[in-house]
């Protein structure tokens, strides 16, 4: 496997305030589903019991965590691990058996039907992996229909739909069909028709499964960038471990409805949760995702000037790149002060650790 981590934008800060919060979700489906999370006998359960004793399959089991201000959090995990379900759960596409769901501190589950169609249409847009363009409009218009639909005068929706298919790079295709674009310009227009009512949130449901692996890659790099540019709020599913780690501030996985482990790419890799996570991560290079904050001694190199100035969240293999170019130790720094210093021994030390878990787990 190939990992190649570009350049992520700054961490969000652990104390952002959620903008979703998510505790003790359950989503099941069969006959009186909600006496299964209030039993504790039922809710203990496997699956393939539960199923024969009730009739019910849980799909998402005592899910909690938040999803920060900012960040790009990504639920991850095998088909039927329950994800895309939970992220339906959020806006109430599908409705939760039970549990406590917040945006901004609001209680969605007792939302209305008004106010739940502002939260879907204002707040949280759900970009999918079919992209459901209307082919009898143009790009223009497809980008332009959420706001249609909002009531927004014709020349004030085409004013804001132009702004955001110049945004995703479709400058020049506004007026053409979707049968006359590709796959990857069919979900930019997806992407755009999402962002046209500028919510504060962005869902994404397994956007890029159904593309080619090289549009996949340029549309990840897209999400990359427009995450960077606006620090908008992203909650993206996928199945792919490759996509989690480029794209994902935080990645949680999920299996059999339950979310096994949650945290960063790099404690994800580097401190799997139990064997489960640790298969699921046993062929990613490590030294592209652990960051040189695992490898730096105590020390600084004196001075204002910080020879390599390595960010803390640069990567192992591309400090030892620098270390190599320079010849010299670097210091690693954040916010024009040193956290430590990295030199050959210490990065070296790093991969070799790396290659003995490796040799340890084959």
């Known amino acids: 496997m190939s990992t190649t981590l570009p350049e992520q934008s700054a961490p969000t800060s652990d104390s952002a305030p959620p903008v979703f919060s998510v505790r003790n979700l359950w989503k099941v489906f069969g006959p009186k589903a909600e006496r299964v999370p209030g039993n504790p006998e039922l809710a203990s359960l496997p699956a393939d019991e539960l199923r024969r004793a009730t009739g019910c399959t849980v799909a998402v089991r005592d899910v909690s965590f938040d999803v920060r201000k900012g960040e790009v959090f990504v639920v991850m995990g095998l088909s039927g691990s329950g994800k895309s379900t939970l992220v339906r759960c959020l806006t109430r596409l599908i409705e939760p058996t039970s549990g406590e769901l917040e945006i901004d501190g609001e209680d969605v589950r007792a939302m209305d039907r008004t106010r739940l169609r502002e939260l879907r249409r204002h707040r ?169 904050r695992s490898a730096m001694r105590a020390g600084d190199c004196g001075g204002t000037e910080h020879p390599g100035a390595l960010a803390p969240d640069t990567v192992v293999a591309a400090a030892i790149e620098t270390v190599a170019r320079s010849g010299s130790a670097a210091c690693v720094v954040a916010d024009g002060r040193c956290l430590g210093v990295v030199d050959h021994e210490n990065l070296l030390a790093v991969v070799a650790g790396l290659d003995s878990e490796r040799a340890a787990v084959s």
């Open 124 to 292: 949280a847009a759900m970009v999918f992996q079919h992209f459901g363009l209307l082919p009898h409009r143009s790009v223009l218009d497809n980008v332009a229909y959420g706001l249609e639909i909002q009531g927004v005068g014709k020349l004030e929706r085409r004013a804001q739909a132009m702004k955001v298919v110049a945004k995703v790079g479709l400058d020049g295709m506004e007026h053409r069909r979707p049968n006359q674009l590709s796959g990857g310009q069919q979900q930019r227009v997806g992407l755009a028709r999402a962002l046209a009512g500028d919510p504060e949130v962005l869902l994404f449901d397994e956007p890029f499964s159904a593309l080619d692996p090289l549009i996949r890659r340029d549309m990840q790099e897209e999400v990359i960038r427009l995450h960077r540019e606006e620090g908008r709020t992203m909650v993206f599913i996928t199945h792919d471990l490759s996509e989690a780690l480029r794209l994902g501030d935080r990645i949680a996985l999920m299996r059999d409805g339950e979310i096994v482990q949650c945290g960063t790419p790099e404690e994800i890799v580097a401190s799997p949760a139990d064997d489960y996570v640790r298969d699921f991560v046993r062929d990613v290079p490590r030294e592209q995702v652990i960051t040189v």
